[in-house]
């Protein structure tokens, strides 16, 4: 079970920092991530991390001011947004694939193993 926290609402240019606390199993071997649905439009990924721990991709959007950690002793996946803009305005999902490559987690949404229920984030301007 996936459980997203730390949502809100915050100002453009501020920052918010949204977890993802998994329960029920051994969570080390999964390679996690952020997807994000805006109002009235699809899900996009937003970042992966391999569950190795060593690399990460990021939408184009998000690079420079978005960055995803893990904490493998908590079994807690992190989401730390800086420079929030309106567009960041949307709710966020904590995704796991088993063993999976960052490039699956970023490119083909229908191979994730786990999905979160979602914390709404909402940018003013």
């Known amino acids: 079970q996936l459980v997203e926290s730390g949502g809100g609402l915050a100002q453009a240019g501020g920052s918010l920092r949204l977890s993802c606390a998994a329960s029920?199993?051994?969570?080390?071997?999964?390679?996690m991530g952020w997807f994000r649905q805006p109002p009235g439009k699809g899900r996009t990924p937003v970042a992966a991390?391999?569950?190795?721990?060593?690399?990460?991709s990021y939408a184009e959007s998000v690079k420079g001011r978005f960055t995803i950690s893990r904490d493998y002793a908590k079994n807690m996946l992190y989401l730390q947004m800086d420079a929030l803009k309106p567009d960041d305005t949307a709710v966020y999902y904590c995704?796991?694939?088993?063993?999976?490559?960052?490039?699956?987690?970023?490119?083909?949404?229908?191979?994730?193993?786990?999905w979160g229920q979602g914390t709404q984030v909402t940018v003013s301007s």
């Open positions: 991390l391999s569950w190795g721990g060593s690399a990460t």
């Open positions: 995704v796991f694939k088993y063993r999976g490559a960052i490039a699956e987690i970023m490119t083909d949404s229908e191979s994730i193993d786990l």
């Open positions: 029920g199993g051994d969570f080390n071997e999964y390679a």
